[in-house]
């Protein structure tokens, strides 16, 4: 026969769980209502920052003491009553603790925006208090990427100054977004944060590495420049020879002497020179590199070259399957570059020649960046869509092979291993 003592007792398990299951329904009902309520109620719209210092912990603890106060008058139970008073006047003192505003004036300046993979970036934030009392004590958050930082700021007078020095990690090359700059007030069980935004977001770019490469600008770009073609003008520094004038023809080419002696008109002819125009093309399928590290390389080769042959005031195009970049200067390049992904599913190599080709066909050096999963063949069809007036010179990246230079039926190819190695193997492909 059971006993009375656990009859009562299975009750009142029965009961709580029927208490606990209509108040999980009331939270919900309620957590319903409060929604709709900021989508209808005009005057909600007017103080969206009041409701958004609720966190989800507090609109949990804020159900629950309406949900337990509704369920313990209704059915006269006091343990649920006591609770909602107790989360009430919790819910009042952590309102207490994050009421009033703060007047700060902050600013986050960082060393550098622009620095390479490896160097240091460094940044300094700064709060003074503007406000004719004392602050209370708050924390500072700033965004660093993915990743928060988080400064705490004491009590600060009138007047007075906190400042913080930070170092941002900078391992890999890309775009990283610091900020925007935000103090949070709020209180110890986390039913409420305050947040104030002081200051914007900033762009941090980190370049990839690059080496030095005055042998390829001065000993491979200079072969070029100047050399003259089978093209003849009427105006240029290559003097070719004198020929009867033409209708047409510019009176300030017409040579007098001659003129003079043959007793007809005769003008100056001259043979166009070349002037330099340097195209990097850089393979950015993810098919034709072994790893990231290997891509990374290929980033910084392409990188070298570029910014070398801007340095010398040449011309420069610089594209991928991804499109052009801009050449105005080596900043905006290197920004550029901070952005680029392999992919997969881009256009051949070969495409991506022939395309640069039609857009640049006057180039007079085509320099063609890849990977070591491209094969030869391949990089010879792109070859092949180059312009045939240009010198074309591929650099093939492999970071498990040594530094090697050979000719594929016209085509150098140059195997780069390190970036290190990069200037001296140039130098001794376009010596040769």
Known sequence: MSSPYLVENHSRRDAASAALREIGALAAQWGARMRAWLDRVPLLR????????????????????????????????????????FLAIVFLLAIA?????????????????????GEAAVGELRVVNEATRPSPVATIEIPVGEATTQFPVPTLGSGAEHSEIFTIPTSRRGVITVGPVRSVRGDGL??????????????????????PMSSLAVGFIQDIEGATTQDLSSSDIAFHALRDYVPGDDRRSVHWKTTARMGRLMVRQ?????????????????????DDDEYELGISVAASVSTAVIRERRELGFFSQLGMLPTRSASRLLDAMTRLEAQQGLAPVRELAASAADRVPNASVVVLVTGSQLSVSELHRAYQRIPINARCLALRVDTGATSERRNVSGLTIVTIADLESLGLAVHKAVGA
């Open 97 to 117: 603790w994050v009421i009033g505003s703060t007047r700060y004036r902050v600013s986050l300046d960082l060393a550098s925006g622009r620095v390479t993979v």
């Open 270 to 290: 001259f043979e166009e020179t070349r002037r330099a125009q340097v195209l990097v093309l850089f393979d950015d399928d993810a098919l034709s590199w072994a």
């Open 190 to 211: 986390g039913l409420l944060r305050r947040e104030q935004q002081w200051v914007e977001a900033q762009d941090l770019y980190i370049h990839p590495r690059t080496v």
């Open 46 to 85: 007017h103080i969206p920052g009041a409701l958004g210092t609720i966190t989800g912990f507090g609109w949990v603890a804020l159900i629950l003491a309406i949900a337990a106060w509704s369920v313990g008058r209704t059915r006269n139970w006091m343990e649920l009553i006591v609770l909602a008073v």
